[in-house]
C-alpha cells in the first residue's frame, strides 16, 4: 500500500544554491565546530534525552502535549537541522539559531487526545527499527556523495543537483522517522521514500 507523503504530518526542504563558496566548503568540518558544541550544550539535543522520556510521559499518563512544550522540540530540531544542513554542505549559510536561512522544516501540532495513541509511544521504537536499518545504510550512503560534492564544489563551486536532492531525501526521511519516534509529533507511520 502506498503513502501519500504530501498529507504526512512532517514536511522537510533545503532550497538548492546555484553557486557554492569553495573556501568555506573547503574548511566546513572546521568552520562548524564553534555551531556543533552549541548545538551539544542544549538541553535534551540527544534524541534519547529528557525531551523524549518527558513528552512519552505526558502523552502516557495525561494524554496531553502542550503546544510550548512542542514548539521547544520543534525548534531544537530546526536548529539541529540547520547545522546538519550545513555539515552536509547543502547550504553555505552559517547555522543561525533563530532564522529559518534556507532550511524548511514543518511539523503539524498533534491533538494528544485525538491524534496521539497514549499507548503507542511505547513501542514506537520498535516499529521503527526496519526504517532505522534502512537509514544507517542511507546515512553511510549520503556520507559518501557528500564527499563526493565536496569535491565537486571544491572543482566547479557547484553542488550536483541528483546528489543535492539525495542527501535531501535521506535527511527528509531521517526527519519523519524522528517526528514519528522521538518526539512522539505523529501516529503516523513514516514513508519508505525519499520524496
Known amino acids: 500500500m502506498a503513502t501519500d507523503t504530501s498529507a504526512y504530518p512532517v514536511r522537510f526542504d533545503i532550497d538548492y544554491e546555484e553557486?557554492?563558496?569553495?573556501?568555506?566548503?573547503?574548511?566546513?568540518?572546521?568552520?562548524?565546530?564553534?555551531?556543533?558544541?552549541?548545538?551539544?550544550?542544549?538541553?535534551?539535543?540527544?534524541?534519547?534525552?529528557?525531551?523524549?522520556?518527558?513528552?512519552?510521559?505526558?502523552?502516557?499518563?495525561?494524554q496531553v502535549y502542550p503546544r510550548w512544550w512542542f514548539d521547544f522540540g520543534l525548534e531544537l530540531n530546526r536548529f539541529s537541522t540547520r547545522v546538519s544542513a550545513y555539515m552536509f554542505l547543502l547550504t553555505d549559510r552559517y547555522p543561525s539559531t533563530v532564522d529559518t536561512q534556507a532550511v524548511h522544516l514543518d511539523i503539524t501540532y498533534p491533538n494528544a487526545k485525538q491524534d496521539l495513541n497514549r499507548w503507542l509511544p511505547l513501542v514506537k521504537w520498535l516499529l521503527a527499527i526496519p526504517h532505522l536499518v534502512v537509514l544507517v545504510f542511507l546515512g553511510l550512503a549520503a556520507a559518501v556523495v557528500t564527499l563526493i560534492a565536496w569535491f565537486a564544489i571544491l572543482f566547479t563551486g557547484r553542488y550536483p543537483r541528483g546528489l543535492f536532492n539525495f542527501v535531501v531525501g535521506v535527511g527528509r526521511w531521517f526527519t519523519r522517522v524522528n517526528a514519528y519516534v522521538f518526539l512522539v509529533a505523529t501516529d503516523k507511520y513514516p514513508p519508505f521514500s525519499l520524496a
Not at 556543533?36 to 495525561?62: E, N, Q, Y
Request: aromatic residues 10%; glycine residues 4%; proline residues 5%.
Open 19 to 62: 553557486q557554492h563558496n569553495r573556501l568555506t566548503a573547503f574548511f566546513r568540518l572546521l568552520l562548524s565546530v564553534p555551531i556543533v558544541i552549541v548545538l551539544c550544550m542544549l538541553p535534551s539535543s540527544s534524541a534519547l534525552g529528557g525531551l523524549f522520556v518527558a513528552t512519552l510521559l505526558m502523552i502516557l499518563f495525561r
